[in-house]
T-cell receptor, first 107, second 121 residues
Framework: DIQMTQSPSSLSASVRDRVTITCRAS??????LNWYQQKPGRAPNLLIY???SLQSGVPSRFSGSGSGTDFTLTISSLQPEDLATYYC?????????FGQGTKLEIK | QVQLQESGPGLVKPSQTLSLTCTIS??????????WSWIRQPPGKGLEWIGY???????YYNPSLESRITISADTSKNQFSLKLSSVTAADTAVYYC?????????????WSQGTRVTVSS
């Protein structure tokens, strides 16, 4: 299985801060990397697919980058509604696997 | 707008079979370019992909669960189902069904709200 490792596991930031979450794959996955946002008590929601493509309806403050084994999710200006846990997920090969999650708190 | 809704018991006894059904509205289970998947999340933990059934009826399972899983589809009802046998407390989780978009890139673009299943006697 391809292992996905996110860092940090948790972070606290202020409104309007720039936030970066990283995800590393245990082997090259090209651009087959997706990012999801899960708000408390809710199902995950797709933010970014193919490493850098913004899903329809997702605010433009979210962006993704990277290829191969190293990827980044960036929130350019943190908003209160961005309180959530963020997961990366590889779709290069089954079994599809997720990172352990990054819990984002608002200061 | 695709919507997914699970149904099934919220409590299952150890060693029994967990059975869930996902009903699709706003889309067809036989639409090309999509698979239909199950994903679970144990309490306070991360996400685990269980498996999927393709629009053509082929199935792909997570090897960690493969010996206990069956995913099937009822095209007449626009539903797909999960059966997980010989459950233990480790199978307690919120179970989601999701659509897998697989035309060029592969991602989970629509999710159900999730149903909590507890394994306990």
């Amino acid at each position: 299985d391809i292992q996905m490792t996110q860092s940090p596991s948790s972070l606290s930031a202020s409104v309007r801060d720039r936030v970066t979450i990283t995800c590393r794959a245990s082997q090259s996955i090209s651009n087959y990397l997706n990012w999801y946002q899960q708000k408390p008590g809710r199902a995950p929601n797709l933010l970014i697919y193919a490493a850098s493509s913004l899903q329809s309806g997702v605010p433009s403050r979210f962006s993704g980058s990277g290829s191969g084994t190293d990827f980044t999710l960036t929130i350019s200006s943190l908003q209160p509604e961005d309180l959530a846990t963020y997961y990366c997920q590889q779709s290069y090969r089954t079994p599809y696997t997720f990172g352990q999650g990054t819990k984002l708190e608002i200061k | 707008q695709v919507q997914l809704q699970e149904s099934g018991p919220g409590l299952v006894k150890p060693s029994q079979t967990l059975s869930l059904t996902c009903t699709i509205s706003g889309g067809s289970i036989t639409s090309g370019g999509y698979h239909w998947s199950w994903i679970r999340q144990p309490p306070g933990k991360g996400l685990e992909w269980i498996g999927y059934i393709s629009f053509s009826g082929s199935t792909y399972y997570n090897p960690s669960l493969e010996s206990r899983i069956t995913i099937s589809a009822d095209t007449s009802k626009n539903q797909f189902s999960l059966k997980l046998s010989s459950v233990t407390a480790a199978d307690t989780a919120v179970y989601y069904c999701a659509r897998v978009s697989s035309s060029n890139w592969v991602f989970f673009d629509y999710w159900s709200q999730g149903t909590r299943v507890t394994v306990s006697s």
